[in-house]
């Protein structure tokens, strides 16, 4: 079955640290690929996507994630992070273009200003 | 547009009670989802609708369990009888068309049942 890993459980950063999060899938077919941001008490909201075309995908507030299809890795970056990134952070993959999310069990982000 | 709508934000019951959470998609929005989130498992798909009609189930936990989506613009998840290991934050998402769009979603039932 398709799975999620994401290996860090709890990043602690400065503010203006760079971040990278990582996220492997285990499907070796055509995915989408997606990170979603939880801020505390919040729901899940999408910052970016990846289905096709530059490996290399921008979202929302700075953020861009790096998909590598040999390593089987989406994973998210920040060049310079911001206290009001403290939230908890979820890839996900779909299978094609059908079918349901399968979430990773998150990565909680912390970032000390 | 309000975005998806979810009912209660909070719910506390008593172990054996009934529990109903509500879900109003987002118009247009053909899929529907249920997740359950906890600190232990984190994000689980309990089932999911196409056209009000439900395609995945298998994420359904128990029998006690159970969803219907009886028009377009409705869904509900029931417990019956819910139990303290239920407690969780159960979101609702819902996209259009196919999976690229990504899911929006609601902003969740915080459920704890003592």
């Known amino acids: 079955a398709q799975s999620v890993s994401q290996h860090n459980h709890h990043v602690i950063l400065s503010e203006a640290a760079s971040l990278e999060l990582g996220c492997n899938y285990s499907y070796g077919g055509t995915v989408n690929l997606f990170w979603y941001v939880q801020y505390p008490g919040q729901h899940l909201q999408l910052l970016l996507k990846y289905f096709s075309g530059d490996p290399l995908v921008k979202g929302i507030k700075g953020f861009e994630a790096e998909f590598i299809k040999s390593k089987f890795s989406f994973n998210l970056r920040k060049p310079s992070v911001q206290w009001s990134d403290t939230a908890e952070y979820f890839c996900?993959?779909?299978?094609?273009?059908?079918?349901?999310?399968?979430f990773g069990k998150g990565t909680k982000l912390s970032v000390k200003p | 547009d309000a975005g998806v709508i979810q009912s209660p934000r909070h719910e506390v019951t008593e172990m054996g009670q009934e529990v109903t959470l509500r879900c109003k998609p987002i118009s247009g929005h053909d899929y529907l989802f249920w997740y359950r989130q906890t600190m232990m498992r984190g994000l689980e798909l309990l089932i999911y609708?196409?056209?009000?009609?439900?395609?995945?189930d298998s994420g359904m936990p128990e029998d006690r369990f159970s969803a219907k989506m009886p028009n377009a613009s409705f869904s509900t998840l029931k417990i019956q009888p819910s139990e303290p290991r239920d407690s969780a934050v159960y979101f609702c998402a819902t996209t259009g068309g196919t999976a690229n769009y990504g899911y929006t979603f609601g902003s969740g039932t915080r459920l704890t049942v003592v």
């Open positions: 609708f196409n056209n009000n009609v439900p395609i995945d």
């Open positions: 996900a993959v779909i299978e094609g273009s059908q079918g349901n999310l399968i």
